[in-house]
């Protein structure tokens, strides 16, 4: 399977050192011999239609900081132009989310998607801000879009209630769906302030170089906004979504919360309203996770209310995720 | 679909109610008309080749105690014989779980098979004592086997692992899987004595009638055996399991593992060993659920820890469980 992959940060190293780890597990069991064609960072990028080396790849961008110095010859082609030159069946799309534009995400996505490519995007940006659209765009042409990595980073929350509820009706559902926003309130929970929590938080590189995609929840909010189009069927985007982040919340409000047996959470929601916004939380409530955990319950009308906990992020587990939908992919391309 | 409902307590007619109540909405949605040929229960049966009316089951078996009033003259016959003359495509079998013989389940099971109906089990007792032969049963006679409801009643704890961490490997797992052990313990956390706990859970109707199955931690060592055998691929029955119930629990075990942040629960695991027995958790890891709620976390390759949390039994949970399965099935089916 041909791949062109968006973005070589964390994620996608990640991804092509699980599929050299990974090789013949992959082939044997399911079939799938990914090879990734083109890769590009925002310096460089490499191409080899017979698949580029996934150690040299890794080794290259950790030398020279750009996947552009693959080959003998700096190679300078603009992920725009590799969208356009190169072929491929799958984009994988990992550049950084933006929720002003989406871009470059959502340029290689459409791009993609109109020369006939399935797109696998771990990328919120282009979800949050148009959905409906890109879903839409890919019926239209046809193809497969895939987003597990989107929400809950390795942990499969939108296939969970997707597939696993099947043949159920979730009526609403509440989650902790940022890890950096409950590792400062649950800090903040054990007395610490919240410029102290913040800066704790930094250090750990848990914040995003863009602070307030964290700390205004809009991270959570383009979250919610993937889950209420996916799971309930909505169609919004970002505007749809009320939202208040963590900038206000106070000692006095954690005592205030502790006294009653409750803690202060970040959550987003589905119940009529779409939001994000702090709340109190029972502390015995499966929802009340600590640390960079996110959490999510399910409230469905005959199975009762279900929650799923598990990391959120991570470069490896989020690498997990779009392994899962190549999977999908691969299975849907062989049922043809 | 036609379909033979073994048993009719408080699942098996919870299950023709969601059948009635969503059965235009299963129709449209699914192409599902789920027409129910026979039931029985200790006492009696029902049988109807142009399909039994739901409403009327419900309330000849709220009247009389038994289905076999049904009709103006009472049906005698018996489920093994209706098994072997009514036509049916399915089988849900929906007797008590007993792990010295597994009867009457097991016949019921083997009988379907053997005559290629596909089967649908929410019964734990054929499982845990013969889950390698009945799968082998069910691929030699190319019919379907079933079993979501036998852990986590409406909760797909075994979808989840099996379906949506595909493409993962889960090294290892643990959990709550009976909620009335952890209803005591729960209890017994907040100073109650086990025998106060005991009677308050016995009085809310939570402990099995074998007490032992719950108390004995042979109902969570029977899900250990469902889970063990389809996640993990093993081989195994009830006798593989290192099994030790919560009798032995005291007042000072609870006490010594709060001066260390910890609650003691029922836990049963896959690690290297099958063991079920109450260990020592710390009170913020997301495991320690309360009440009767149920809760695994699967540790996987690369994407981290997982825990699924939700309510581990309950009729209509339960019935919901049967529904996903017959949903499966009819989807099955209908590729062909």
């Known amino acids: 399977m041909r791949i062109i992959l968006c973005g070589f940060g964390v994620v996608g190293q990640n991804l092509v050192k699980l599929f050299d780890s990974r090789s013949e597990d992959l082939y044997a069991k399911y079939g799938l011999k990914p090879r990734v064609v083109g890769v590009f960072d925002s310096k460089g990028s490499a191409v080899d239609q017979s698949g580029l080396d996934f150690g040299k790849l890794v080794e290259t961008k950790k030398k020279f900081g750009t996947v552009g110095r693959y080959a003998d010859t700096q190679n300078q082609m603009s992920g725009k132009d590799m969208l356009k030159e190169i072929k491929a069946d799958v984009l994988i799309e990992t550049t950084a989310s933006n929720y002003k534009d989406a871009e470059p995400g959502m340029t290689h996505i459409i791009s993609a998607m109109k020369r006939g490519m399935h797109v696998i995007s ?4 282009p979800l ?15 193809v497969m879009f895939k987003f597990s990595g989107t929400v809950g980073g390795g942990t499969p929350i939108l296939d969970y209630a997707k597939n696993s509820l099947r043949g159920e009706r979730i009526t609403s559902f509440a989650g902790i769906l940022n890890g950096t926003t409950n590792y400062i309130l649950t800090n903040m929970g054990t007395g610490v302030s919240y410029d102290e929590a913040l800066k704790d938080a930094q250090d750990k590189g848990y914040v995003e170089a863009d602070e307030s995609l964290d700390l205004d929840g809009l991270d959570a909010a383009a ?27 106070t000692a006095e409000d954690i005592k205030k919360a502790a006294k009653e047996n409750c803690l202060i959470k970040l959550i987003a929601s589905c119940n009529k309203e779409l939001t994000v916004s702090p709340r109190q939380i029972p502390d015995d409530d499966p929802l009340c996770v ?14 009762g209310t279900q929650t799923i906990i598990g990391k959120g992020a991570g470069g490896m587990e989020t690498a997990s995720s779009i392994l899962r939908d190549l999977l999908d992919i691969r299975e849907e391309i062989a049922g043809d």
């Open 290 to 303: 600590n640390g960079t955990l996110n959490a999510i319950a399910f409230t469905s009308e005959h199975s």
């Open 128 to 142: 949050a801000l148009a959905f409906p659209s890109l879903l839409e765009l890919a019926t239209y042409n046809q």
């Open 223 to 249: 979250k919610l906004v993937i889950l209420a189009n996916w799971i309930m069927g909505m169609k919004v985007t970002l505007p749809d979504i009320n939202c208040t982040g963590i900038r206000k919340v």
């Open 122 to 125: 771990v990328n919120k940006g």
